[in-house]
């Protein structure tokens, strides 16, 4: 089965920093996206920072300048840099993986983890 995994939250002062890690499963005949995605008290989940299998990234405004998404595919691992943290930044963090390639058996497939918590206060 597909497992994600995500590591690394935490409670923090606003300004502070954390960073996230995100261990997947990779398979030889598929490629991959990984995403970070938040979900706050009372909101719906947002998209936060997207990196693609040649590594080019784009990230949600509100995070832009502040958050740096890498991926070290030899460790199947994604992470996220979290800088200049905000109170508003306070959410649980999932990490999502999309699988794709006409012989990935896992094609047009997305995962997610289980999430993990980050508080700014």
């Known amino acids: 089965d597909v497992q994600l995994v995500e590591s690394g939250g935490g409670s923090v002062q606003a300004g502070g920093s954390l960073r996230l890690s995100c261990i997947a499963s990779s398979f030889a005949r598929c490629s991959y996206d990984m995403a970070w995605w938040r979900e706050a008290p009372g909101k719906e989940r947002e998209f936060v920072s997207r990196i693609d299998n040649f590594g080019v990234t784009n990230y949600a405004d509100s995070v832009k300048d502040r958050f740096t998404i890498s991926r070290h595919n030899a460790k199947n691992t994604m992470y996220l840099q979290m800088n200049s943290l905000k109170p508003e930044d306070t959410a649980m963090y999932y990490c999502?993986?999309?699988?794709?390639?006409?012989?990935?058996?896992?094609?047009?497939?997305?995962?997610w983890g289980q999430g993990t918590q980050v508080t700014v206060s």
């Open positions: 999502k993986t999309a699988y794709f390639g006409s012989d990935c058996p896992q094609n047009g497939r997305d995962y």
